[in-house]
């Protein structure tokens, strides 16, 4: 399978952790590594991360392992983390402020351009170095920043709007914080991130 | 298939979104509801719907569909949403104060039972209701706080030490915001959330 093939998500997930771990090593020098050392740094199985791997034609060598650098700069490319995606964020509170200072976003080429709330009393204010623009200013400053990707922390009820505008300014790939499911041309992409989700799976599996 | 037994992560994840679209829909005050309805307000398929609900022997009656206030009783039953369940967050950071202050959590029965920093600066100071308290007293007061669940939104290298202190605490379930992996014992969950992952999985969908 190539770089360009679609993967699935839960794939890509596992690969963007690789990625991340890689990284790690790679910082600390150390040049070949095994599958079953990358297990004791993320959790993944070492023969899911071998089947994962050889899917995308990736085979350590025997008694060496994979090579560092290669494997993730190959990561990268299959996940186009070797490029800046430009981003733009959607609602300038807590979470859109903790989004926009995440130092992983950097780390894996993802560059924020910028931010956008329609409450008065946040606009011009500065958050991570870029000042809070118009929300209603959205669909003409959209295709200048050039982001691929919104990111919606908004809250549920402004939801839909925020997606129309972000999809009428031309962007394709939506991150949904919101609790809110929006409704999207067939040509984008939502992935919806839900915090009461997270908490309410953790809940079932508490012991009373 | 009964409210005690563990169903897989994604039919849980499933489960809350239809809570969450069931509760909506009763505080319009809709009795009766069908799974195409329900697929209208969250994307997910009404065969899935049917397959997710008759797993757990709810039915819906032929031409009317499910009674809304009672399917919403018993997903909660399941996911154990029916009890208040005690949160607390590691890290007072924005993440952690957007956490607290996310409304979801309340509707969801979940309530924020303390907040804890390692940083002299914050702690002290009010978020959402509560006082910041030092890290260092988490061993001393998780266990009267009662907290069956913290969520780590701590920098990925103090992620390990706090999970071990939340764990010598007497918590045995963990979301972790950070981008570490961190390892706990056996009678421990962890759930991961990444938002450098979420990102990457959108931009591999991007189409350049």
């Not at 360009?4 to 991340?20: D, I, M, Q």
């Not at 919606?152 to 009428?168: F, N, R, Y």
Request: glycine share 10%.
């Amino acid at each position: 399978m190539q770089g360009n093939s679609k993967a699935p998500v839960p794939t890509l997930a596992r690969l963007a952790t690789y990625f991340s771990v890689l990284g790690d090593i790679e910082k600390q020098g150390i040049a070949f590594i095994n599958s079953s050392k990358i297990e004791d740094r993320c959790g993944i199985s070492a023969s899911q991360i071998r089947k994962d791997l050889s899917h995308f034609g990736e085979v350590g060598k025997p008694g060496v392992g994979y090579e560092v650098v290669r494997l993730r700069k190959h990561i990268g490319r299959i996940l186009k983390l070797d490029r800046t995606q430009r981003v733009v964020i959607i609602g300038a509170g807590r979470l859109g402020q903790a989004l926009a200072a995440y130092p992983g976003l950097t780390e894996y080429g993802f560059e924020v351009a910028g931010i956008f709330d329609n409450d008065p009393a946040v606009m011009g204010t500065p958050v991570s170095g870029l000042v809070v623009r118009d929300a209603a200013s959205m669909h003409a400053l959209l295709p200048e920043l050039n982001a691929k990707i919104a990111v919606l922390t908004v809250p549920g009820p402004a939801a839909q709007q925020a997606a129309d505008m972000v999809i009428e300014g031309g962007v394709r790939r939506i991150l949904n914080f919101s609790p809110a499911h929006i409704k999207v041309p067939r040509s984008c992409m939502v992935r919806d991130v839900s915090f009461t989700q997270e908490f309410a799976v953790l809940a079932h599996y508490s012991e009373d």
